[in-house]
């Protein structure tokens, strides 16, 4: 029996190959360091939708028709509001409303998923408002998404440079094989139910920390570190209490993400153009000591850097807060997320495992 899944072949997608061997992530067909740096995310999205990337006739339209659907239901605003004087956790706020988008443009599985992708930035960007007491800003549609959604963050004119900073990082996490919450999305719509419902339930799964948790803590260990040079007693600590490392290792790759490597380069880029570059040579210093001695202690291991610690270098630089992290991964993965609910309609059965029991066979129920 295989334990959490691990090894089985659920599904067959044109979407993407993880190759956690060779350290190589495909995104239809693209390597994603050749993708991400450069694509918009416009183009990727149509690329996972489409299976292709788009002509210049066709992105011009798709871009269109995309931005023409970020305003949100009524309702969806109402609920946002009723979730910000809580004081609802981002991701709740996110989950809440992304069930309310079958309000607006429902029934065409196509048409749902665009409208999840356009949706998500301006949900995610008028909670955080609401939540800080401000309100939402202005829907736009003259401006790219990427740029919409830190518009609809920090309201005022985005800057270009943290616009491609965040376009590159939403463009590396649009999609990564079958993970917990793509699985979700499948099962939800195998049983032919809508695309905004399968996506609600991969916000829920994207939720839980040992899918969508962990950069923030990444970049808590590079702060309580604080200095280059105490970067090695620190995590020399750290490891011999038997803590783990967060931002290293990974359940799939056996060497480098990857997507760490893209965003790596675009944190480079980022911090070396106006960024805070002490913070950035702190991060460096943290990953160089934190992969020596992980390779002193386990050297069996092949534990390299992930994609958590570069993505809270990165987001921290935009601007984000920590509990902003997971919530921005969602408005990169919603693409991804919805290209695999079209695809399992198009191509799939209804999704149902076996399960193996365990339990007790010889009980009685006693009558009187």
């Known amino acids: ?7 089985v072949v659920a599904a067959t997608t044109r979407l993407s190959h993880v190759d956690g061997e060779a350290g190589r992530l495909t995104i239809a067909g693209y390597a994603v360091e050749d993708l991400a740096p450069h694509a918009s995310f416009e183009e990727v999205a149509y690329l996972l939708l489409h299976g292709a990337l788009p002509a210049p006739r ?56 665009m409208t999840a992708i356009a949706s998500f930035p301006t949900i995610v960007g008028s909670y955080w408002r609401m939540l800080h007491d401000d309100a939402p800003a202005p829907v736009r549609t003259d401006i790219a998404h990427a740029a919409h959604f830190l518009q609809q963050i920090f309201g005022g004119e985005p800057p270009a440079e943290r616009a491609r900073a965040l376009e590159t990082y939403l463009n590396t996490v649009c999609d990564h094989g079958l993970n917990a919450s793509t699985f979700a999305a499948r099962v939800i719509v195998s049983t032919r139910s809508d695309v905004i419902s399968a996506i609600t339930g991969a916000v829920g799964a994207l939720k839980g920390p040992l899918h969508g948790g962990a950069p923030g803590p990444a970049l808590d260990m590079v702060f309580e570190i604080g200095t280059p040079d105490r970067a090695e007693a620190v995590i020399r600590a750290k490891l011999d209490r038997g803590e783990r490392l967060m931002g290293f290792g990974h359940r799939v790759y056996r060497v480098r993400d990857p997507r760490a490597d893209v965003l790596a380069r675009a944190a480079e880029r980022f911090y070396t153009s106006g960024g805070d570059e002490r913070l950035y040579a702190l991060a460096q210093s943290v990953e160089a000591s934190a992969l020596r001695l992980l390779h002193e202690r386990k050297p069996e291991r092949r534990l390299s850097t992930n994609v958590e610690f570069y993505t809270a270098l990165l987001l921290h630089g935009i601007g984000f807060a920590a509990d902003l992290f997971t919530p921005a991964f969602a408005v990169g993965r919603v693409a991804g997320w919805s290209a695999h609910c079209l695809e399992q309609l198009r191509e799939g059965r209804l999704i149902r495992p076996q399960s193996a029991y365990v339990g007790p066979t010889d009980r009685h129920y006693a009558t009187a």
């Open 1 to 7: 029996m295989a334990e959490g899944l691990e090894g």
């Open 58 to 113: 066709e992105r011009t339209r798709f871009v269109e028709d995309l931005a023409s659907r970020r305003a949100l239901p009524a309702a969806a605003l109402h609920v946002l509001r009723e979730a910000a004087d809580a004081k609802a956790q981002p991701m709740d706020a996110l989950r809440m409303a992304a069930g309310l988008l079958t309000l607006r443009r429902a029934g065409d599985p196509l048409d749902e998923a």
